[in-house]
């Protein structure tokens, strides 16, 4: 192990940060509860709070949780939420600081307009498509130039460019609760000859409608509705935590899907263990069917699906323009998140390995490798929160060519990678004159680049100047 991945120093600038924080927070324990030092305490927030909920709070508006009583906020706080992966800050905070956490919640201005329009002398401009959405957590082109939105509260919607959004009916039930509901679509690669359109989301389990997990169906869509609705893959088991579902889709050159499913926030149990399908990437035939040389199939209690493990919450997949290889970005917990080559068979590592730490602070492990375990190509300290990923094989940008896109929720970009020999060797944030947390991106079949916003709700098309 090099030094610049030694546990020690990984660990320091997490060390040094936290203790920079408590000695300041402590400093403001002088001062009285109704009168909060909210420059300390927004540290506290950006550092253990923006990665699930945003540097300007946009989850607390969309999910109204700044509306709770200062009381019921403090004591989440304090307690913490297991089923919506929140851990008790109550271990590591003292009653000051999180009293005025919560008064820096409730005091936040929600209404204050974060959103700038121009992008300034950037080599990109900006145009609105979709408007007055909420969380648009997928989105897919069909042919003729329509766009598919999903929501993630379940609503499924056409988007015209002459008559605008219109709702498609036909889904089953869905979950939408915590980090779950409705989330990504994709389009066969033959949808022009079979019709099939691919649509994930969080179920409800029929024996406890509390639980659920990540189900993939394929459907027919006409006249804005779904019909010959089939069930392809069915996550198990169905847990009631409300967090950590995936998922992403994407088909190779060959025609097989892959898709992630998050390991339900339960990181000791599922992902290192081949007998459920949580922590995993998946790999399948367009029907749904197991092919025959996936990595584990035939292995005892294992899932015959599973292409490789110990991942933690994927929320990007993507094929790479030229090699062909399916590339992965997954959330970290504190630090950590990561961009992964898929490979069949392959250990990722988590929870054993990992560049994190607990959103609490704690160590969760001295190890950043092992044999037997794979190495991220890039990893993110601090997390960014990453969401949604493309790579652009479009002409349309020619500086941009075969670059890869990714969403960042916590810092509110979208960040161009620029790759050689499979390492990253320049990163570039873009859009953050929006201020929202970013969804997801794609590249439409006109060769431009499109982005889901979310705080508020919308959908940009990027143009070169």
């Not at 990984?10 to 403001?28: D, F, Q, R, V």
């Not at 800050?89 to 009293?99: D, K």
């Not at 307009?113 to 979709?130: A, Q």
Request: charge should be negative; glycine fraction near 10%; hydrophobic fraction near 30%.
């Amino acid at each position: 192990m090099n030094a610049s991945n030694s546990p020690t120093l990984k660990h320091l600038p997490w060390i040094i940060g936290s203790l920079l924080i408590l000695l300041s927070c402590s400093a403001s324990k002088q001062k009285s509860a109704e009168n909060p030092v909210y420059t300390d305490i927004q540290q506290l927030y950006t550092a253990s709070c923006s990665g699930c909920h945003g540097q300007q709070l946009q989850h607390f508006k969309i999910l109204k949780s700044h509306e709770k009583p200062a009381e019921a906020l403090a004591q989440t706080i304090q307690k913490g939420n297991t089923d919506a992966g929140m851990p008790a800050f109550g271990e590591t905070l003292s009653e000051q600081q999180i009293r005025e956490l919560s008064a820096y919640i409730k005091g936040f201005d929600y209404e204050e307009n974060h959103i700038v329009e121009s992008s300034g002398d950037k080599d990109y401009t900006t145009e609105i498509v979709v408007d007055g959405l909420e969380i648009p957590w997928g989105m897919e082109f069909l042919p003729g130039g329509d766009m598919l939105i999903a929501e993630r509260k379940g609503v499924l919607s056409r988007f015209s460019k002459t008559t605008g959004l219109h709702p498609i009916s036909g889904l089953p039930p869905i979950r939408a609760k915590g980090q779950g509901g409705l989330m990504d679509l994709k389009l066969h690669p033959q949808y022009e000859e079979n019709g099939w359109l691919y649509i994930s989301f969080s179920y409800i389990d029929e024996q406890n409608s509390r639980a659920g997990n990540t189900q993939i169906i394929r459907a027919q869509l006409q006249n804005d509705a779904l019909t010959q609705i089939e069930t392809i893959y069915k996550g198990t088991p169905a847990t009631t935590t409300n967090h950590h579902f995936g998922n992403r889709m994407v088909f190779d050159r060959e025609g097989y899907l892959y898709f992630s499913n998050g390991e339900r926030g339960e990181r000791d149990v599922f992902p290192q263990s081949l007998d459920n399908t949580n922590g995993k990437i998946h790999r399948l035939h367009d029907d749904g069917s197991i092919p025959e040389d996936n990595p584990f199939v035939g292995q005892e209690n294992a899932v015959g699906s599973i292409y490789s493990y110990g991942h933690r919450n994927p929320q990007g997949l993507a094929l790479h323009p030229v090699t062909g290889q399916i590339w992965e970005h997954e959330h970290g917990p504190r630090g950590g998140d990561e961009i992964n080559i898929i490979q069949p068979g392959v250990n990722y590592g988590w929870p054993v390995i990992t560049y994190g730490i607990n959103y609490i602070g704690t160590i969760i492990t001295e190890l950043t490798e092992k044999e037997g375990m794979e190495q991220p190509i890039h990893y993110y300290l601090p997390s960014i929160a990453p969401c949604g990923m493309a790579f652009l094989d479009s002409e349309i940008y020619p500086a941009w060519k075969n670059n890869l896109f990714i969403g960042s929720l916590r810092f509110q970009y979208l960040e161009r990678l620029v790759l050689k020999d499979n390492s990253v060797i320049y990163q570039e944030k873009m859009l953050e004159e929006f201020g929202s947390r970013v969804r997801d991106v794609r590249v439409g079949p006109d060769g431009y680049l499109y982005v889901a916003l979310e705080g508020p709700g919308r959908i940009l098309k990027v143009l070169p100047r």
